[in-house]
């Protein structure tokens, strides 16, 4: 759902301006959810271009609810992927339309950083490095991940936080870079 940003969540996106800073010049897109957009400007990157690709996973029947409401079993079965709530979006949908979305911006050329969330971003890892997404983690909120998607396509950072020793950059020139981040904490978190 398009929950705003809690109080916490603005904090980790203010936190971000400072390291953000220290990175080359950079397109920006953000997901088309508040939280994202409001991650980016806060961040220093108001002029951001949304693009709802970039959408957090849709939960169909399940968006407004806690996890807590959601019987056991069901739950396991999600995390597994195994079930895909009513009406909801299953992970070879999120991984086609994340997918399309990287190699959009790859086309585009360049360096690109994305203010997104943490399904897209474990969805792009996937896509390219061509990691089962059952084996990427969850990425903390407002981390950062960077993937170089040149030739050969890889992952450079995964999961990097504001805090950590030094900021992220490609280990070597060439290709397009893609700086992607989860969003701070929303208020329903």
């Known amino acids: 759902a398009d929950a705003p940003l809690s109080e916490a969540g603005r904090e980790q996106a203010l936190a971000l301006a400072e390291p953000l800073s220290l990175l080359p010049p950079a397109g ?25 690709r970039w959408r957090e996973r849709g939960m169909g029947e399940w968006t407004a609810e806690l996890e807590g409401d959601v019987p056991q079993d069901e739950l396991s079965a999600f995390r597994r992927g195994e079930l ?9 949908e999120l991984q086609a339309r994340v997918g399309a979305a990287v190699d959009e911006l790859a086309a585009r050329g360049g360096a690109w950083l994305v203010f997104t969330h943490g399904g897209p971003v ?16 969850g990425p903390a909120n407002t981390s ?8 050969p396509r890889r992952l450079l950072v995964f999961n990097w936080v504001p805090g950590a020793r030094g900021v992220p950059r490609a280990s070597e020139p060439g290709g397009a870079e893609l700086a992607i981040g989860g969003g701070g904490r929303s208020a329903d978190a």
């Open 144 to 151: 950062l991940t960077l993937l170089e998607l040149g030739s």
């Open 84 to 92: 895909v709530p009513p009406g909801g979006e299953s992970w070879d």
């Open 28 to 52: 920006v897109v953000t997901s088309d959810l508040s939280r994202a957009a409001d991650t980016a400007e806060l961040a220093g990157r108001p002029r951001a271009e949304r693009d709802p």
């Open 122 to 137: 474990r969805a792009a890892v996937a896509h390219v490095t061509g990691a089962d997404h059952r084996t990427i983690v």
